[in-house]
């Protein structure tokens, strides 16, 4: 049962455009929120989190929403540039197991000039 | 200016030899995590540790063994490979103080 849930494999969007990847969870006992993006042959790296008691974090073209009612996540990049062609993991990290985190699916994200 | 370091980067085994990977930090990090990532499954945990010589098992831990003796190096090991276990496997570290993890640049594995 997957706990952390992205049904998008992959999204192609226009550069200039929104970028919006979703993310669903079904448990509520998750303190934080993460999104991480990853190239081919290298590691994820960290792109921004949320915390269970917010519902906005923004960043630079990077903001993410968070909807506790509806156990959803979600990235916008804003203004979308090629160069955000990347895999996206949404993760969770439940409450007090040694931080370990659950992570989705990943999106594939192809942005096009 | 890696933190973290995976070893090999590939390698080509055949089912049933026994495989170690390593992981190598120099952030002194209490936290170390081995996960697999497979298509369709994204990333699943496969072993993590909490500081020398504690570890514990993750979701996809069968067929998987880890030892840390040292606060630096987290060895994860295929005591005998199969083709399943074909797969790209990153170490990640996190301080006891941030939530996030920085992730090691992977090791493909492939089984025979």
């Known amino acids: 049962d997957q706990q952390v849930k992205q049904n998008s494999p992959s999204l192609s969007v226009q550069e200039g455009r929104i970028s919006i990847l979703n993310c669903d969870y079904t448990?509520?006992?998750?303190?934080?929120f993460l999104w991480y993006k990853k190239y081919p042959a290298e590691g994820p790296t960290f792109l921004i989190s949320?915390?269970?008691?917010?519902d906005k974090n923004e960043d630079g073209r990077f903001t993410v929403f968070l909807n506790k009612s509806a156990k959803h996540l979600s990235l916008h990049i804003v203004p979308s540039q090629p160069g955000d062609s990347a895999v996206y993991f949404c993760?969770?990290?439940?409450?007090?197991?040694?931080?370990?985190?659950?992570f989705g699916q990943g999106t594939e994200l192809s942005v096009k000039p | 200016d890696a933190g973290i370091t995976q070893s090999p980067r590939h390698k080509v085994t055949e089912t049933g030899t026994p495989v170690t990977l390593r992981c190598h930090q120099t952030?002194?990090?209490?936290?170390m995590y081995w996960y697999r990532q497979d298509p369709g499954h994204g990333l699943r945990l496969i072993h993590y540790s909490y500081g020398v010589k504690d570890t514990d098992k993750g979701e996809v831990s069968d067929g998987y063994s880890v030892s840390r003796s040292k606060t630096e190096d987290f060895l994860l090991t295929l005591e005998s490979a199969t083709s399943s276990q074909t797969s790209v496997y990153f170490c990640?570290?996190?301080?006891?103080?941030?939530?996030?993890?920085?992730f090691g640049s992977g090791t493909r594995l492939t089984v025979v």
């Open positions: 448990n509520s006992m998750f303190d934080y």
């Open positions: 990640a570290i996190s301080g006891a103080s941030n939530y996030g993890y920085t």
């Open positions: 952030e002194n990090h209490r936290y």
């Open positions: 949320i915390s269970s008691i917010k």
């Open positions: 993760a969770a990290r439940p409450y007090n197991q040694g931080g370990k985190l659950i």
